[in-house]
């Protein structure tokens, strides 16, 4: 049996919201209280926070994959750099997770604060 690894070659961003870190954290906290409560976790490496969205596994989008493009819908990211497992403000708390592990989330947050307008203003 043969045992073929094929890294991803292409990551689509169809958009991209960069947000100050404190009003990303404000609205995390206020969106998952409206939600019913619950801590909500956000992606973090290289000094940037970040959530992804994704497509629904659609034809379209696995035919996509087959060919190895990744379709993100959007991805949203705020420049915090140190990490923290978690933030705890008055209304609520956000948790953290390091993905830099991950070579792909690594090159995506290179990429995000390479164009960030808030890199000396967070």
Excluded: C
């Amino acid at each position: 049996m043969e045992i073929i690894i094929e890294p991803w070659n292409q990551l689509v961003i169809h958009e991209v919201l960069e947000l100050r870190f404190e009003d990303w954290i404000t609205q995390i906290i206020a969106s998952a209280r409206s939600a019913g409560g619950g801590i909500p976790t956000i992606f973090w490496a290289g000094g940037v926070s970040f959530h992804f969205a994704t497509f629904p596994d659609t034809d379209t989008i696995v035919q996509e994959k087959l060919k190895g493009r990744i379709h993100y819908s959007s991805v949203t990211f705020a420049i915090k750099e140190k990490f923290e497992k978690q933030i705890t403000r008055e209304s609520g708390a956000v948790n953290f997770t390091d993905v830099s592990h991950n070579e792909i989330f690594s090159k995506l947050t290179e990429k995000l604060r390479s164009q960030s307008k808030f890199q000396n203003g967070h």
